[in-house]
């Protein structure tokens, strides 16, 4: 009996030397923090990119402009290659990836039901085409009842494209203002390829017979720059892993006194992508190709990254990282993030694989009654089937700062963001090297883009 119990003792003792010393080998393979990236070249990046002197990075803005002139000098000293270029290039300009978009800003409209002209303030217009002279049968008219959901019908409208005119009960007044809002600011089209309108009208009539719609808009070009730089792959290089983030953010306050900073949103998933793209240029041993782009005007449309898709094959990107707001600690702890639609593909599976030595791991989006997978640069490139998936920490229930002039440095946890950076590289690494390919996102799964607005 006691050889019995000592020969066990024997068993267990080299059972757990033996795992501890499998552990040790395999933490040791993952570096510390310090080694991966450095804390005060994160901090550098994002005091600059949330920094006053870029007043919220608007689109259009001349700050911007400069916002984007930073972020391709660092690529250059980094040492990255131009999407475009063959060799290693010191010439910041050659990372932008200019593009132009459409501004359109409603000029006039008028709307007579069955003889009487509407009061102005219950109408609203979203159109890609300049002038409108409706009479009967030149639109299609869809009335939308006080028990009708209002949102599925115009979603479904903006889906199909065309020219629609569209009565909607007075019951739907909070959401009618909410749309006739949006439109009012005016919209932004990558393409006018699908012209077509949607007028709505606020009214209580159930039957409508006769109809007359006059509107006017005018419409301008405006330009815009997404900042894109390479890796090439060792071995695989035809097979890209995209990191992106946006730099755009909403500016500063209609009476200029006030700046939305956007330290969180999304000046840390910047940061994050520069010093992603420092730490693997360093180690210089991807095998397949990394590609890193800033995208542009993210907030009013996303608009950088569909004119992004466009210029190069979807099915050579392996995986898209879209970083969004990993500034402030999540809700499973400091240093940890979730990613959105994880359901879509196996992308998380694999990357939580790496993270178990770690004793972390990736977590499914804790806020899906958001929409958060079809609200970010992500979503673009998952409608062309790549596993293009966001990865976020903020609490967005809680928040108080999102989309508030609140969101400057001084509300992030920049600990907690230097460990979701370090995460990210660890979680990544399989992707890099090429030794895991996930699955493709179903397209047909997908919700479509609107074509009017």
Same mark, same amino acid.
């Given at each position: ?7 066990n /003792? ?7 030397? +033996?795992?501890?010393?499998?552990a040790?080998?395999?933490? *040791?393979?993952?570096p ?5 990236i ?8 994002i005091t ?10 608007? *689109?259009?803005s ?18 990255l ?5 063959? +060799? ?10 200019k593009?132009t ?8 409209? $008028? ?24 009479q ?5 008219t ?26 909607i ?46 509107? *006017? ?21 035809d ?22 900073n956007?330290?969180?949103?999304d000046?840390?998933g +910047?940061t994050?992508i ?24 993210e907030?009013i449309g ?6 992004? $898709?466009?210029q190069l094959? &979807? ?5 898209m990282? /879209? ?9 499973f ?27 972390t791991?990736i ?12 609200? $970010? ?11 293009a ?9 809680k928040?108080?700062h ?23 590289a660890?979680? +990544?690494q399989s ?6 390919? &996930?699955?493709r996102i ?12």
């Open positions: 009996m006691i050889k019995k119990i000592n020969s /003792n024997k068993i267990n003792r080299n059972f757990k030397l +033996t795992a501890l010393l499998t040790l080998t395999i933490t *040791s393979s993952f510390s923090i310090a080694e991966i450095s804390k005060e070249q994160v901090i550098s990046d600059y990119l949330a920094g006053d002197d870029l007043k919220g990075r608007a *689109s259009f001349t700050e911007i402009d400069q916002a984007a002139n930073f972020l391709a000098q660092r690529f250059a000293d980094i040492g290659q131009p999407l475009k270029a063959t +060799t290693t290039t010191k010439n910041p300009a050659l990372f932008l990836q593009f978009v459409n501004q359109i800003k409603s000029k006039t409209l $008028s709307v007579t039901l069955n003889g009487q002209e509407i009061n102005p303030d219950h109408l609203a217009i979203a159109t890609t085409i300049e002038k409108l002279n409706w009967q049968g030149n639109a299609k869809h009335i939308v009842g006080a028990n009708d959901d209002m949102r599925k019908t115009l979603t479904q409208l903006n889906q199909s494209g065309g020219q629609h005119l569209v009565i009960n007075s019951k739907h007044e909070k959401a009618f203002n909410a749309y006739q809002g949006y439109f009012n600011r005016g919209l932004t089209k990558l393409s006018l390829q699908h012209r077509g309108a949607i007028v709505m009208v606020l009214s209580d009539e159930s039957e409508l017979e006769t109809y007359t719609v006059k509107a *006017s808009a005018e419409i301008t070009e405006q330009s815009l720059t997404n900042v894109v730089a390479v890796l090439p792959g060792t071995e695989r290089a097979e890209i892993v995209l990191y992106s983030s946006h730099y755009d953010h909403l500016g500063m306050t209609e009476d200029g006194k006030k700046i939305y956007g330290a969180d949103d000046a840390s +910047t994050a520069l010093n992603l793209a420092q730490y693997y240029a360093d180690k210089g041993s991807n095998k397949r190709t990394l590609m890193f782009s800033a995208f542009t005007a907030e996303g608009f950088g990254s569909k004119y992004f $898709s466009q094959d &979807p099915d050579d990107v392996v995986a990282i /879209n970083i969004e707001m990993i500034g402030k600690p999540s809700k702890g400091a240093g940890t993030v979730w990613m959105t639609g994880m359901e879509r593909s196996n992308l998380g599976a694999l990357l939580n694989e790496k993270l178990v030595a770690l004793d791991q977590y499914q989006d804790p806020y899906p009654e958001q929409g958060l997978f079809y609200r $970010s640069d992500n979503a673009t490139l998952a409608r062309l089937g790549v596993p998936h966001s990865f976020s920490s903020t609490q967005l229930d928040d108080q999102y989309h508030q002039t609140s969101d400057d440095i001084s509300s992030l946890d920049l600990t907690s963001m230097h460990k979701v950076i370090e995460s990210l660890t979680a +990544t992707l890099v090297d090429g030794t895991v390919t &996930p699955t179903d397209k047909e799964q997908v919700r479509a883009q609107g074509k009017i607005y």
